[in-house]
C-alpha cells in the first residue's frame, strides 16, 4: 500500500477527510523528496504521538463537553431556585402587605379600646364615689340607730350593771377617752362604779346588727382603754339582731364579752 493511503487512513480516524488528505500528501512528498528510511520511522513516530495527543486532546474535549451540559443544567437548576425564591419573595410581600393592613386594623382598635377604657374608668370613679357616699350615708345611718340603741337603753344601765357585773355605778354617759398621744376613742357607753369596793368600768358598744369587723374594732379599742382605766374592764355588745356566725365567733375569740339583745333590758331591768 502507498505510504499516503497508509497515513490517510490513520487520519480519519482523527481528522475530518479533507485534513487527512493534506496531512497525508505533505508527509508523502517530505517522504519521497527529503526523508530517508531512518529519518521516516522517525517522522513516523512523531505522527504517532501527534495522534496520541490529538486522541488526549480529544478526550479533553469529551470531557470538557460533558462538564459543560453538566454546568447548563446546574444553571437550569439555578434558575428553577431563582424562580421559587422569586415566587417565595413574592408571597411574602404580600403577606407583608396583609400584615400592615391587620396591624392598621389593630390600631384602630386600640385607640377604640383606649376610648372605652377611658369611659369605663370615668364610669368607676364615679361609681366610687358614689359608692363612698353611700357607705358615709349608711354609716350614718348605722351610727344613727346605735345612738338610737344607747339611748333606749341608758336608762337601765345602773341596774343592768348590778345585775350582770355586780358593779355599783357612780357614773352613766357617753364619753370620749383621750390618749397620752392625742387620740381618743368614743365610748359609747361608759359605766363607771365600785366592784367588791374597788373601782371598775363596764364598757359598751350598740350596734344595729355586729358583724365580725365591728366585734374585733371593739375589743382593739377595749385594748387600748384598758391601758389607761385604773380597774377592772367589763365589755358587753348590744344588738337588735346577731348572726349565728357573730354569736359564735364571740364565743370563740372573746368569751368574756356580753352579748344582749336591745329588747332585753326594758324586759329585765329597771329604769332608774
Known amino acids: 500500500m502507498h505510504v499516503s493511503t497508509r497515513l490517510r487512513s490513520k487520519f480519519t480516524r482523527v481528522f ?17 523528496d527529503l526523508v530517508k528510511t531512518s529519518d521516516f520511522n522517525e517522522l513516523k513516530e ?18 470538557t463537553e460533558v462538564r459543560m451540559e453538566e454546568l447548563a443544567e446546574a444553571q437550569k437548576r439555578t434558575e ?16 407583608m402587605e396583609e400584615l400592615t393592613v391587620a396591624l392598621n386594623r389593630t390600631e384602630v382598635r386600640m385607640e377604640e379600646l383606649t ?21 358615709r350615708q349608711l354609716g350614718g345611718i348605722s351610727q344613727a340607730i346605735g345612738y338610737g340603741l344607747e339611748d333606749r ?13 355586780g358593779l355599783e355605778a357612780n357614773l352613766v354617759e357617753r364619753r370620749n377617752i383621750t390618749y397620752p398621744d392625742g387620740q381618743f376613742d368614743e365610748v359609747n357607753i361608759y359605766v363607771e362604779g365600785l366592784k367588791n369596793g374597788k373601782k ?34 367589763h365589755p358587753f355588745l348590744v344588738g337588735y339582731m346577731f348572726h349565728p ?13 356580753g352579748v344582749f339583745k336591745s329588747y332585753e333590758f326594758e324586759l329585765k331591768y329597771k329604769r332608774v
Open 16 to 32: 475530518t477527510h479533507e485534513q487527512s488528505d493534506v496531512l497525508s500528501d505533505a508527509i508523502e512528498e517530505a517522504y519521497s
Open 46 to 63: 512523531i505522527v504517532r504521538d501527534i495522534g496520541i495527543k490529538v486522541g488526549e486532546l480529544t478526550e479533553a474535549q469529551n470531557r
Open 80 to 95: 428553577i431556585k431563582v424562580g421559587e425564591l422569586t415566587e417565595a419573595q413574592n408571597r411574602t410581600e404580600v403577606r
Open 115 to 135: 376610648v372605652a377604657l377611658n369611659r369605663t374608668q370615668n364610669n368607676l370613679s364615679e361609681l366610687v364615689s358614689e359608692h363612698k357616699e353611700t357607705r
Open 153 to 165: 337603753i341608758m336608762p337601765f344601765m345602773a341596774d343592768f350593771v348590778g345585775k350582770s357585773y
Open 200 to 233: 371598775a368600768f363596764v364598757i359598751g358598744e350598740c350596734k344595729a346588727q355586729p358583724g365580725k369587723k365591728d366585734v374585733d374594732k371593739f375589743h382593739q379599742m377595749l385594748d387600748r382603754l384598758s391601758k389607761v382605766l385604773a380597774g377592772d374592764v
Open 245 to 257: 356566725e357573730v354569736e359564735q365567733y364571740l364565743r370563740e375569740n372573746y368569751p368574756n364579752t
